[in-house]
């Protein structure tokens, strides 16, 4: 089953990525786009971002078989109630948000019946966010996580489908397993970079100028995602506390235990750390 007409609800990075993705792929879906702010709708018609760009998400959703929830994960909820009278039956509701628990408790209970539900999560991004910062090869051999949730068989292979269409590999996922994995690979990395520039800005007795001339010392590789977009992280880690927190407890005790192996010259603890952990590193392309 492929989609005659593809809502996209939020036109940032992941939907403006969807969209070039699929036309490079020759979809022959009609996709209509609706962002909530009136400059990024003038910058998708700007730029030719979806063949329709509307002026409410619900003119959007109209008739659409594919509908895509592309907004911060704290605003899903809210969007879902609005365009829930508007789903035509036998349509398909998905999203791209980070984290899958809350999703599924907050938009869930708007879907009508006769109205599939299939959450899904592109592990793909870069730190660029709006409009103008997608392009079609960002789903490319990444994985699409599919978290099915109640929908139909047929319902969740045709997303899985639409997925591969745009370049992805899919793999479907429990919720919970999902906001842990993300936790790990993602969201908490995500917080330490943030954290290293906030040390970086607090040191007095180092100079922003300094940081910026000799970051190439680790700093900006390692904080580059430090660049992302503020509103996202801050509905992740509202709405993935529980994984976030855990992961958070064993990074500090991971901490912890270098630092006191700094503090008591404890070379082979620092060492055998090092060697095992580059050992899983080097496993990562
Ligand atoms: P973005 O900031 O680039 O775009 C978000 C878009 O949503 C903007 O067009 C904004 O105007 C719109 N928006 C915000 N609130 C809205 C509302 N209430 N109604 C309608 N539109 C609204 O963000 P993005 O990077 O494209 O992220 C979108 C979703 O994808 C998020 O849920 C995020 O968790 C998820 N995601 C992001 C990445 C990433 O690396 N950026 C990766 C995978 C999944």
């Not at 006769?114 to 103008?132: D, K, L, Q, W």
């Not at 490319?140 to 068989?153: F, K, M, Q, T, Y």
Request: with cysteine.
């Amino acid at each position: 089953m492929s989609y005659d007409k593809v809502a996209l609800i939020g036109l940032g990075l992941i939907a403006s990525s969807m969209y070039w993705a699929m036309k490079r792929a020759g979809m022959a879906a009609h996709v209509s786009g609706y962002a909530r702010s009136s400059e990024t709708r003038e910058t998708a018609r700007r730029i030719g971002l979806c063949d329709t760009v509307c002026d409410s998400a619900e003119e959007a959703v109209k008739d659409a078989d594919l509908i895509v929830l592309a907004v911060p994960v704290g605003a899903m909820g809210r969007v879902a109630e609005a365009i829930a009278p508007h789903l035509k039956p036998g349509a398909t509701v998905t999203d791209v948000g980070s984290v899958k628990k809350a999703v599924i408790d907050e938009v869930g209970p708007h879907i009508p019946e006769g109205v599939n539900f299939v959450p899904a999560h592109p592990m793909a991004g870069t730190e660029h966010s709006g409009p103008e910062s997608g392009f079609a090869s960002l789903y490319d051999n990444r994985w699409c996580l599919i978290v099915p949730h109640g929908a139909s068989e047929e319902a969740t292979a045709a997303l899985e489908t639409y997925w591969q269409a745009l370049g992805a590999n899919t793999q479907r996922m429990e919720p919970a397993h999902h906001d842990l994995v993300c936790a790990v690979v993602s969201h908490v990395p995500h917080l330490i970079a943030y954290t290293m520039v906030g040390v970086a800005d607090d040191l007095r007795r180092v100079s922003d100028q300094e940081v910026i001339k000799f970051s190439a010392a680790g700093f900006r590789d390692f904080t580059r995602i430090a660049a992302s977009d503020p509103t996202m992280w801050r509905d992740v880690f509202l709405t993935n506390k529980e994984a976030s927190l855990e992961i958070l407890g064993r990074f500090t005790e991971e901490l912890f235990a270098l630092q006191r192996a700094i503090r008591t010259g404890d070379g082979d603890t620092l060492f055998d750390y090092f060697t095992h952990t580059r050992e899983i590193r080097r496993g990562i392309l």
